[in-house]
């Protein structure tokens, strides 16, 4: 029988219909992934089952039956009874969704006591039991502890614990992977693995990372503008998508690649010499960047690879002078950036730019993207003549791949691909020798992620440019990048031609990134 | 819906500060006798066809008087904000977009003239510098200036680290492009709405320094010197401390809620931006 079944569900907010025609089932331990783009209604699914009236949502037309009840027709009391009890959730951020400064033993008791008529020693039983069950040591110092004084990734784990210590029939877990480094999603991985073995438990698992799904579900659901696209095992879906969007989609995500395109050497563009940036926190100095040294080639990419505090983007702020290094050198052509007067950096400009993470808020809020791109050509290639100036931009505007109209908005009107574009345009817009993108497409989707790669390599091609592609996803790198940085805690790692650094990684932390993101040769959208 | 319904707020607030502003540039033309004009036979006489509000402690048409102190409570406060807005934003941004050495050194000065009753330190100023409304102003406009200074330093400070300050800069933005054009137009709205708020505080405190013989000079009208003159008669001619002191307080309640409904509107075209 289906734990849970949801039948021609449509649903929405205020009105605006979100959800349409939902129909899925979840067998007793059973692992159902629903996997799509940010904004196709995946979290909606699970605000629906839950029904809690903070969320919003409505749901217009169809059934929700988890365990023999209907939901929709549950009154508010009822339902509260089943949450918590025999349906749990786990979310996003496990920092943020428990109470940051009581122990992990008070919450535990909280729960287990506002559900059983317990005392704290069998209570306590019950919470070791659970943390046994799911490979939890440490039982002692876990429950001693507030949730700030674990990692990230310990304190998801504890949190899985917590929905699973009234031993529910069907857990909700709204991305529990994606606010966590790569090691730690392992981690998390293992541990549904874990529950779905020895508590036979149905998990409805939402998720962006197609890797997670494909490592853990037994079915899978690929959502696509509020509809379900297609619905099946994993393997199968996954293995023989029959649906375009599950197409496209498998096919735009960055796969582990030890292939590199064939390049002539060059002259050397940009040369950094053992860079030093520390901060001052409180009274001790903080190395963000310690002695990191490499030589950019004109006309290669180079990515730099970490996780997110690795120090890459403080690397960057360095090579375009944003921000001056405590110590070391960098060379851009036949300069030392370091040399350049204050009223001389816009030569450096010239050579060098820069693309911003999120697109949309690297342009004033208040400004058009035309009037941005205008001063940029301004300074920076010298034209006055507004005439002049306007071709220019509608010139940027079509090799970026957009329609010159789109440049007399304002950044909030145009999609996240659209503003990314806009920001390259701009970047591009005195043809420099050397584009710097700080997680240009971290903020994107897969597919969307795709389409800037592709412009990305183009203007590599067609004006020989060099790149440096900075992002926390290797896959992504490692099928675009001629050589490759792994960066850990402020140091470089690994350094090398990104065949070898993908075939044969001599360090630790390469490996496990590799592992994280090679499951059966996929990685996240 | 909401947002028409917080519009025609603002317009019905703007719409009654411009009727104020107007009424005060031709109290002149509209006053139905000379406002400085005394006449002893006719002291503390209640309202009547002559003189519609009465007259003062002199004889003097309390009406025109009303009229003629609007000019000046009006006028002489807006003419204060404007000059420590513009003066208070520059400093603050100027500290804000540098920080710095100077950044501290300013901040501990500003730090210093707050720590005073910003009243107690007026009375001060304009003790040592003597009446008159020039001096008024400028006791009133030492210490006014300093929390747009704060406003505008701390809005500048969460601004200059966004991206698209650093994208204007390798766009070959100058400091002083990137503070005109991409800076000032960012903050302009939380300074406005600030600013529209201290007209009403800064009338109270030029009728508050009038009242204590520190503000205009004699016999000027303004608000508050009429209620100073007139509270002696406060029992046989209360028409004539009433009547400023309604002027007084409508006014400030209507530059008040004109900025509060300057915020909402800004606040909620902000929203709506965002969730575009």
């Known amino acids: 029988m289906s734990i849970l079944k949801i039948e021609n569900m449509s649903a929405g907010y205020w009105g605006t219909k979100v959800l349409q025609n939902i129909s899925l089932s979840i067998e007793q331990g059973e692992i159902l992934a629903l996997v799509g783009e940010s904004g196709s209604g995946k979290s909606t699914v699970i605000k629906s089952v839950m029904g809690l009236k903070s969320s919003h949502v409505k749901v217009s037309s169809g059934k929700i039956i988890f365990n023999g009840n209907d939901m929709l027709s549950l009154k508010q009391e009822e339902r509260r009874r089943l949450l918590g009890n025999d349906l749990c959730t786990v979310f996003q951020n496990p920092q943020t969704s428990m109470n940051p400064i009581r122990k992990i033993k008070k919450q535990f008791l909280e729960t287990i006591k506002s559900h059983k008529d317990v005392s704290d020693a069998e209570a306590l039983r019950l919470i070791k039991d659970c943390f046994y069950k799911l490979g939890l040591s440490d039982a002692d110092r876990i429950l001693e502890s507030c949730p700030f004084e674990l990692s990230g990734g310990m304190c998801q784990r504890v949190a899985i614990a917590l929905a699973m210590v009234m031993e529910p029939k069907l857990i909700l877990a709204d991305e529990p992977t994606s606010a966590l480094d790569v090691v730690s999603q392992l981690q998390v991985v293992e541990e549904l693995l874990l529950l779905k073995k020895n508590f036979k438990v149905a998990v409805l698992l939402v998720t962006h990372n197609i890797a997670v799904a494909e490592k853990v579900a037994d079915k899978i659901a690929i959502m696509h503008a509020g509809k379900i696209v ?37 002259e050397t563009l940009l040369e950094a010499n053992s860079i030093i940036k520390q901060y001052k926190v409180g009274d001790r100095k903080v190395d963000a960047v310690s002695g990191i040294s490499f030589e950019l080639e004109k006309g290669e990419i180079l ?65 058009t993207i035309r009037s941005s791109i205008k001063d940029a050509i301004k300074n920076l290639a010298g034209i006055r003549q507004s005439d002049e100036i306007d071709k220019r931009i509608n010139a940027l505007m079509i090799r970026v791949g957009l329609n010159t109209e789109l440049a007399d908005r304002y950044p909030f009107q145009l999609s996240g691909g659209q503003c990314q574009r806009s920001a390259i345009a701009r970047a591009i817009a005195c043809d420099p020798q050397l584009l710097i993108c700080d997680e240009a497409t971290s903020a994107l989707d897969v597919t969307v992620q795709a389409g800037i790669v592709e412009l990305l390599r183009s203007l590599v091609k067609s004006n020989n440019m060099s790149i440096i592609f900075i992002s926390h996803d290797i896959a992504l790198v490692s099928g675009f990048c001629d050589r490759i940085m792994v960066m850990k805690n402020g140091k470089c790692v690994e350094y090398g031609p990104s065949s070898k650094v993908i075939k044969a990684p001599e360090n630790e932390y390469t490996k496990t990134l590799i592992k994280a993101a090679s499951i059966k040769g996929e990685s996240s959208i | ?51 519609p509000l009465g007259t003062d402690s002199l004889g003097r048409c309390v009406l025109s008087r009303v009229l003629a102190g609007a000019k000046t409570s009006i006028f002489s406060a807006l003419v204060l904000v404007l000059i420590t807005a513009v003066f208070g934003s520059v400093v603050g941004m100027l500290c804000g977009y540098y920080s710095g050495i100077a950044d501290g050194i300013v901040m501990r000065i500003i730090d210093g003239i707050m720590a005073f009753p910003q009243m107690i330190l007026a009375i001060a100023v304009a003790g040592v510098l003597g009446g008159g409304m020039l001096n008024a102003m400028i006791a009133l406009g030492f210490a006014s200036w300093t929390p747009y200074a704060r406003l505008a330093r701390s809005r500048v400070i969460s601004i200059k680290r966004e991206e698209f300050i650093s994208a204007a800069g390798l766009s070959g933005c100058s400091d002083f492009e990137i503070l005109t054009k991409y800076i000032t137009h960012n903050i302009f709205s939380s300074l406005l709405t600030f600013a529209t708020t201290q007209v009403g505080t800064v009338m109270l405190g030029f009728a508050g320094l009038s009242f204590l013989g520190l503000g205009v000079k004699l016999p000027q009208a303004e608000w508050g010197s009429m209620i100073s003159e007139a509270r002696g008669m406060l029992a046989t001619a209360p028409w004539a401390v009433l009547y ?10 209507i530059f008040n809620y004109l900025g509060d409904a300057l915020r909402d509107r800004l606040d909620v075209r902000l929203e709506s931006e965002a969730k575009r």
């Open chain 1, 230 to 266: 297609e619905f099946g095992d994993t393997g199968v879906v996954l293995g023989q998508p029959k649906n375009d969007y599950t197409k496209s989609l498998l096919a735009d995500v960055p796969r582990i690649e030890a292939g590199q395109r064939e390049r002539e050497k060059t």
């Open chain 2, 244 to 253: 400023p002191a309604l002027a007084l307080v409508f006014t400030v309640m």
């Open chain 1, 303 to 367: 990515g730099i690879v970490g996780e997110s505090g690795s120090g890459k983007s403080t690397l960057a702020r360095q090579l375009i002078r944003l921000e001056t290094p405590n110590e070391g050198s960098i060379r851009i052509g036949t300069k030392n950036i370091a040399d350049y007067k204050k009223k001389e950096l816009l030569c450096l400009y010239t050579k060098a730019q820069m693309v911003f993470q999120n697109p949309v808020s690297s342009f004033d809020p208040r400004k």
């Open chain 2, 1 to 51: 819906m909401k947002k028409t319904k917080k519009s025609v707020w603002l317009y019905i607030f703007l719409a009654l500060a411009l009727a104020l502003i107007l009424i005060s540039l031709i109290a002149k033309e509209i006053a139905p006798n000379d406002p400085n004009a005394t006449n002893v036979l006719r002291v503390g006489e209640a309202p009547s066809a002559k003189f």
